[in-house]
């Protein structure tokens, strides 16, 4: 296969139609890759030397600007970020495949009308919902805790996971049940015992595409959480911005700190990652 | 037998309740209540509420705010479609074709980066770019001798929504890509080697093989993509302090919460949520209709 690739290789990079290709896509390399490298580079300097040359190395490497941010809040964000996301998480796979297991295994009349709510729910947006959301969550008392982010996330993720697991719940075959039941076997132990067991792929596909979202949620992190302490990362960087002001080293150290380590994460599981994206379609 | 009937007809119920519960508290019953709150006055702070009938459909219709809100979406719509859907297919195309197979997974992974970093740090990075004097984008401009195209982008009411906008194609171009690329690997490799036997070349390929094949892919994203574009209010909140200078980068969104969060009109917010939920139910309707021919 390796050597038919580098035949087909050779035989097609000498056209000028070859040339303007590559051109072409070295352009949208550098275009991607230069503003990132340019954080990098930039969170290393000091703010007199980002203004007097935006493309100068730093002269001596600042690293105390990511001392500075993340004593500063960033630490703060990412702990509430990491609560928020792995609660989140926990929520939505509980809760979708407890119900994906209801509407896959019965065959009970009304359950359509559950499966039509779930399905429902994937078309509505946060947006729509904003206004009453911050008056429920006020009522609840819960408005400014993690939980005022909790739990609209785990709400608005539901339908997509739902689905998600409940198709592979519908292709586990009949008979594994079946001889589960003949050995004693409750609903609840089939579905904690054998199916959870089983869709591990699915699941972690899930989890991926829910850790995804609540870690770049904006809108509800900004109106629900007024309160520095329970910010997460997003909304976090706002007030971090405003804090810093002109002071921009600790600033892009800031944005590093927050970019990098959730980059690497989701560039290491990509292939999870773009399994659930084709399974949902849908963006965050 | 008829207990064991019973049983299963109730059973079902402890496994979905859970769920549907926390979907009605925190999606249906505030999608309900939206509406109700669209004929009323009332603020943040206070119980209160005053039924004022259609009165803010009345204010709505006499908004310009909202007008320019619509034709900014319309752009984001317009331009998403073209470099996130057109453009994403072509560079899935180029990528998944054999003779830069070597280098392919380095651009893919590449054009996929934007994607995996969160909003505000892709905002606040293009905060730099734009800025007007130190700004990469001014110095690229002057250092390559365009130095009079160079402008305070985000701060002029005429470049604010395209500098917006071409963040958010930055940021998701990748996303759509990645789609496409998934949808052509699934295409058989016979019907290429097919169309290379009888002559065909590699233009012809995507027009004749690829294009078709993925079609349905191309409108999944496309309808995503405009749906996505009428709820932009990331990029306007950040990049120019919600929808400046003046109202000239507002979205719908944003206007939305300025009015309910920011001058405490959450009646009037509601009714603008209103306008949203109706205009992605149509595409909710276009895409779930298009989902339900193709699977016949």
């Known amino acids: 296969m390796t050597g038919a690739g580098v035949f087909h290789y050779k035989r097609n990079s000498i056209g000028p139609a070859q040339v303007l290709i590559l051109a072409v896509l070295c352009t949208g390399f550098v275009m991607v890759a230069y503003p990132l490298f340019w954080v990098l580079m930039s969170s290393l300097k000091t703010t007199e030397e980002i203004t007097l040359n935006v493309w100068a190395f730093p002269a001596e490497p600042q690293w105390q600007n990511y001392v500075n941010a993340w004593n500063r809040g960033i630490s703060g964000y990412f702990v509430n970020s990491l609560i928020v996301t792995l609660s989140t998480i926990a929520g939505v796979l509980s809760l979708s495949s407890l119900c994906a297991y209801g509407l896959s295994r019965y065959k009970t009349p009304w359950l359509k009308y559950v499966l039509v709510v779930v399905m429902g729910g994937m078309m509505l947006n946060p947006q729509v919902c904003l206004v009453p959301l911050y008056g429920i969550l006020t009522r609840l008392g819960i408005r400014n805790t993690y939980l005022a982010l909790i739990l609209p996330y785990v709400a608005f993720r539901l339908p997509l996971n739902t689905l998600l697991i409940r198709s592979f719940f519908l292709s586990v075959p009949k008979e594994i049940e079946e001889s589960a039941t003949l050995d004693g076997c409750g609903s609840l132990q089939i579905y904690g015992r054998i199916f959870l067991p089983m869709s591990r792929p699915i699941l972690l596909t899930s989890a991926i595409l829910t850790a995804y979202y609540a870690w770049n949620e904006f809108l509800f992190a900004i109106i629900f959480i007024d309160s520095n302490k329970y910010r997460t990362i997003p909304a976090g960087l706002m007030s971090f911005r405003d804090a810093l002001q002109i002071d921009w080293g600790p600033l892009l150290a800031g944005m590093a700190i927050s970019a990098v380590p959730i980059m690497i994460f989701f560039i290491s599981v990509q292939k999870h990652f773009v399994r659930g994206m084709m399974a949902g379609s849908v963006k965050g | ?296």
Request: aromatic share 14%.
């Open chain 2, 1 to 296: 037998m008829v207990s064991r009937r019973i049983r299963s007809a109730v059973e079902p119920l402890g496994f979905v309740l859970p769920c549907i519960a926390v979907l009605g508290v925190f999606v249906y019953y505030p999608l309900v209540q939206n509406m109700i709150y669209s004929f009323f006055r009332f603020s943040a702070f206070s119980p209160e509420k005053i039924f004022i009938g259609l009165e803010n459909y009345r204010m709505l219709l006499k908004d310009e705010v909202v007008l320019t809100a619509l034709r900014n979406n319309t752009r984001y719509a317009f331009i998403s479609v073209l470099i996130q859907v057109c453009w994403g297919l072509v560079l899935a195309a180029i990528l998944e074709d054999r003779s830069i197979r070597r280098l392919a997974p380095v651009f893919r992974t590449t054009f996929f980066l934007p994607v995996v970093i969160s909003v505000s740090v892709v905002c606040l990075l293009f905060g730099f770019i734009y800025s007007p004097i130190d700004g990469i984008l001014n110095n690229f401009l002057n250092l390559v001798g365009l130095g009079a195209w160079a402008r305070p982008w985000l701060g002029s009411g005429k470049t604010a929504i395209w500098a917006t906008i071409a963040v958010s194609q930055w940021h998701s171009t990748g996303y759509v890509m990645m789609l496409f690329i998934v949808a052509i690997q699934k295409i058989p490799e016979e019907l290429y080697e097919a169309a290379e036997i009888d002559g065909a070349g590699k233009l012809r390929r995507f027009f004749v093989i690829t294009l078709p094949q993925v079609k349905e892919m191309f409108f999944v994203t496309s309808v995503i993509t405009v749906t996505g574009s009428f709820l932009v209010f990331n990029e306007p909140y950040i990049l120019t302090k919600g929808g400046g200078p003046g109202t000239s980068s507002i979205t719908l969104a944003v206007h939305m919460y300025q009015s309910g969060f920011f001058k405490d009109m959450m009646g009037y917010a509601s009714t603008i949520a209103v306008v949203i939920f109706l205009i992605s139910a149509v595409f909710a309707v276009i895409q779930l209709t298009a989902f339900r021919s193709g699977e016949d």
